[in-house]
């Protein structure tokens, strides 16, 4: 399922490179952002709610069928839904979001300290996602 699923993702980004405004390549991308999400959804998110240095994983990776949503969306219905939606989740949504929880984990790893999230790391994950859900608004 994993590798069909990616499978699919990559045809369909790479008909939205060539061929963005293809009726093709908005169907194959509406069908990889619900394959991801079944992907996402197999992944059980809900059982890390309580470590929030695993969740923000799960909640930046939520952005990726988010952003291939929007991009095939918005060839059906450009009026209603800007192309760059999609590119907005995935660069501010899944890259930056990934990013920060990546390197929070990571520092607190290399440093010897325990693996787990500050209040103010909390705080800064809380602020990344706001600021990805008011950019793809």
Do not use: Y
Not at 18 to 24: G, L, V
Not at 27 to 39: K, Q, S
Not at 83 to 101: E, P, Q
């Amino acid at each position: 399922f994993d590798i069909g699923t990616i499978a699919l993702s990559a045809v369909g980004l790479a008909g939205w490179t060539f061929f963005p405004e293809s009726i093709a390549t908005g169907m194959l991308l509406v069908a990889a952002a619900i394959f991801n999400a079944v992907r996402l959804a197999r992944w059980a998110g809900h059982r890390t709610l309580p470590d929030p240095l695993v969740l923000i994983l799960h909640v930046a990776f939520a952005f990726v069928p988010l952003g291939l949503l929007l991009a095939g969306l918005a060839v059906f219905a450009p009026e209603r839904i800007p192309a760059v939606s999609g590119i907005h989740a995935f660069a501010v949504g899944a890259i930056a979001c990934m990013t920060l929880a990546v390197m929070a984990r990571a520092t607190l790893g290399h440093t010897g300290r325990d693996l787990k999230a500050s209040r103010g790391t909390c705080a800064v994950f809380v602020a990344i996602v706001a600021a990805a859900v008011l950019r793809v608004a």
